[in-house]
Nanobody, 119 residues
């Protein structure tokens, strides 16, 4: 089994910055893709950014130029540096990982961390 634990959410003023972290632990052979998604009440979960183990990134248009995804493969950890935050970035942010375990490949989700952008 694999666990994803997120941290770093909170309340920030518009224009401010936050950094989210997500550490994966458990029976991990390799992690193909790690990423961040977000969800607001009444809406579907949406992609924010993903990063492959080869270094390829994908960002939603709404965060390009403001958010940066990175990962520490040795620590099985992914980060999301968020800058120039806007009220519309307010959401629960979820970490996601495509993991090869000891016997199978699966996609895992973290429990979510709240990000609130408000003055």
């Amino acid at each position: 089994q694999v666990q994803l634990v997120e941290s770093g959410g909170g309340l920030v003023q518009p224009g401010g910055s936050l950094r989210l972290s997500c550490a994966a632990s458990g029976s991990i052979s390799s992690i193909y893709v790690m990423g961040w998604y977000r969800q607001t009440p009444g809406k579907a979960r949406e992609l924010v950014a993903t990063l492959t183990n080869g270094g390829s990134t994908n960002y939603s248009d709404s965060v390009k130029g403001r958010f940066t995804i990175s990962r520490d493969n040795a620590k099985n950890t992914v980060y999301l540096q968020m800058s120039s935050l806007k009220p519309e970035d307010t959401a629960v942010y979820y970490c996601n990982a495509d993991v090869r375990g000891l016997y199978r490949r699966d996609v895992y989700w973290g429990q979510g961390t709240q990000v609130t952008v408000s003055s």
